[in-house]
């Protein structure tokens, strides 16, 4: 089983520069990798303009491409994001 982490979906920045809460702010749980991969994909400004939703994420067609290939790899294997 995969480490989960909690990802915002409205980036802690972001959110706060709105004067919300961190802790009213929506979350996703998701593998190490894939929060990794959207880190390095995204800017938090354009995760906070246009993907606070996980389903715009998943229809992304880098997002779908990184998890087509991470669905190929070994669980026991420690996957490095560039």
């Given at each position: ?9 409205l ?33 938090n ?38």
């Amino acid at each position: 089983m995969p480490h989960l982490t909690e990802h915002h979906l409205l980036p802690r920045s972001q959110g706060r520069r709105q004067g919300m809460r961190v802790a009213d702010l929506p979350t996703t749980l998701l593998c190490r990798p894939c929060h990794s991969f959207l880190h390095r994909t995204f800017s938090n400004a354009e995760l906070a303009r246009d993907y606070q939703d996980i389903g715009v994420l998943r229809a992304h067609p880098d997002v779908q491409r990184f998890v087509r290939w991470l669905r190929t790899q070994p669980a026991s294997k420690s996957v490095r994001v560039r």
